[in-house]
């Protein structure tokens, strides 16, 4: 079933009822994630916030086209309800020249650093990536918003002072949220900073101005995770 981000919302007691309640075999390519240019009617940024919560339910946050392929391979092989999210637009460069293969809640790394480790869900893949060169942080790629990777989250609670997640969905109930739970839950010792969409509706305007408005481009994220490591006194 392919649908957009935001006529899914319509969709949410169908999804509940119909599919995951049953725990059929359906593969949601859910089209036209994150900010649009058409303005925040059309814009899909609460998909996550809103799917997490459905029992059954897999969610893959493909960060390439060559991931996103085999995402969608590997849900319609899954027994049971899938979403691959991804946005409009062209692809960006893979994250790696040869990717690892897609495992059940299994996230890749792609950059080694030191301090700080961001957690990239889905398109903001080569942002981060962009950051982390150049900060010398760590980047992981999760991958999976559900199931997250556990053993990779507890693995750099060990070795960095912050964990930094990073999505186009809003902050409230995001994939970020999914790491705070899972870090509370595990009474992991890190602490962590969710950047996303704040908590309004974002106005029509180029994607680059809407990311500007937002405080989501590069400089902004950067400022963002030096403020906290200085809260931090790291």
Do not use: W
């Amino acid at each position: 079933c392919a649908i957009y981000s935001t006529f899914l919302q319509r969709a949410y007691d169908q999804l509940i009822h119909d599919i995951a309640l049953q725990n059929l075999d359906v593969l949601f390519a859910v089209d036209r994630a994150g900010l649009l240019e058409d303005g925040p009617t059309h814009s899909g940024v609460f998909d996550l916030s809103f799917t997490r919560a459905i029992p059954n339910l897999i969610i893959m946050v493909p960060a390439d086209e060559h991931d996103m392929l085999r995402m969608l391979d590997f849900g319609y092989q899954h027994p049971g309800p899938c979403i691959v999210r991804y946005p409009r637009g062209s692809t960006p460069e893979p994250l790696r020249e040869t990717s690892s293969p897609i495992a059940l809640g299994k996230a890749q790394q792609i950059l080694t650093g030191t301090s700080v480790a961001l957690l990239s869900f889905g398109a903001t893949g080569a942002l981060a990536k962009s950051i982390a060169e150049a900060e010398t942080y760590t980047m992981i790629d999760m991958r999976f918003v559900k199931p997250l990777d556990t053993d990779i989250i507890e693995s750099l609670s060990k070795t960095h002072n912050l964990l930094v997640t990073l999505e186009e969905n809003t902050i409230s109930g995001g994939a970020g949220s999914a790491v705070n739970e899972l870090v509370h839950a595990l009474g992991l010792p890190i602490d962590i900073l969710n950047i996303g969409i704040p908590d309004q509706f974002v106005e029509q305007d180029t994607p680059t101005n809407m990311h500007n408005s937002i405080n989501l481009n590069q400089a902004q994220i950067t400022a963002k995770i030096h403020q906290r490591l200085k809260h931090l006194g790291t």
